[in-house]
């Protein structure tokens, strides 16, 4: 198994990926509205000269197209005891198709992630894990937290 980082050719695959994973939490109304802003959201991100943004992929080995990808930011709040300088790295985006599952490719993508996080001085890292992804996140030393979380949708006016 080949582990890569990704890059602008790859994009259309990663979109297809999320749209795998979405699926899982799919709530009635969705459509694909959100697919073109998303390709060029990350085709900007993933090709910028200083990216915050890294996705590390495992190409299909039956064919054309990506088996798995994982994707991560590093965000940059406040700083705090876990986190000096405010550096944090975001998990997302942590998705195998359904036919190439239980073959170690997310966790080599997201060991590759993390190791892209500990290059560029990250020292701590965040995700939001699924019934079905939180094993393999455990494994890899992710412990819950007391934090909650809570979200607002800014509709435009």
């Known amino acids: 198994m080949?582990?890569?980082?990704?890059?602008?050719?790859?994009?259309?695959?990663?979109?297809?990926?999320?749209?795998?994973l979405l699926k899982i939490f799919r709530s009635a109304g969705w459509n694909d509205d959100w697919r073109?802003?998303?390709?060029?959201?990350?085709?900007?991100?993933?090709?910028?000269?200083?990216p915050v943004l890294a996705a590390?992929?495992?190409?299909?080995?039956?064919?054309?197209?990506l088996a798995a990808c994982a994707?991560?930011?590093?965000?940059?709040?406040?700083?705090?005891?876990?986190?000096?300088?405010?550096?944090?790295?975001?998990?997302?985006?942590?998705?195998?198709?359904?036919?190439?599952?239980?073959?170690?490719?997310s966790r080599a993508?997201?060991?590759a992630l993390l190791g892209w996080f500990r290059d560029q001085g990250v020292r701590v890292a965040d995700l939001k894990a699924s019934?079905?992804?939180e094993p393999l996140y455990t494994a890899l030393g992710f412990a819950r937290t007391s934090e909650p979380a809570m979200r607002l949708r800014l509709e435009n006016p």
Do not use: W
């Open 109 to 111: 993508c997201m060991e």
């Open 131 to 133: 019934p079905d992804g």
């Open 36 to 50: 073109a802003p998303a390709r060029a959201s990350l085709l900007r991100r993933l090709t910028a000269p200083d």
């Open 56 to 65: 590390f992929v495992v190409e299909n080995p039956d064919g054309p197209g």
């Open 71 to 105: 994707v991560g930011v590093i965000d940059e709040h406040l700083g705090n005891p876990y986190s000096p300088d405010g550096r944090v790295g975001y998990v997302f985006n942590v998705v195998t198709d359904p036919g190439m599952r239980r073959r170690g490719y």
């Open 2 to 20: 080949k582990i890569r980082q990704a890059t602008a050719a790859d994009v259309d695959e990663l979109v297809r990926l999320r749209a795998v």
